[in-house]
């Protein structure tokens, strides 16, 4: 069966026979990515996980690496599910026919952290731009007092000017800088992603 196809399947079997070798082939940068993303997104002790798996030359057991961190089993368990939810690792579950216990083999799919970043960035790409739309296709009114929301022409006037919180007079809102920020930060997350993208492709 192909590892590349399938990430996890139950069988019974010998457990100490059937480890699958890991193929782990990433660059540095791809290394340090995968290790600052981790860290930022999931936290300390996923780290912690994530690199006794690349480190590891096969498939490696939840309480292998308990044993390896001295951390407990069901912070272990909740760390490589974290990263499974993360699509960075994947497990296959086998029956042990000794004990009849499911043992799980994990593996680190360290190559799919580039992917998981052009989705992060695509993701933050689409939200500037679907809050530049809102902007652009909005007119905006306020009662000037900062504690006191923002409204759209279409509640405004439902409510006749007046501000639903202090009923203050609601006047036009000018949205024209918000706009230009948005825009340069449209323009320099283009240039990040971009660049990210030339440097995956010059690997490769
Ligand atoms: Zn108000």
Redesign the pocket.
Known sequence: MSRETVDNFDEDADVNSVKVASNINISERQRQTLIEVVDDIAGEEVRKVTLVLLNADQETTDEEISEKLDMRLNQVRKSLYKLYDLQLATFRRIRDKSTGWFVYFWTLHPERIDMFVDRKQQEVMEKLLERLAYEEGNMFFT?N?PE?PRVTFQEAMDNNFE?E????RLESFDNEQLKQVLTEKITEMKEIRDKTRKIMKGET
């Open positions: 009662c007092n006191c501000c919180h202090c009923e203050g």
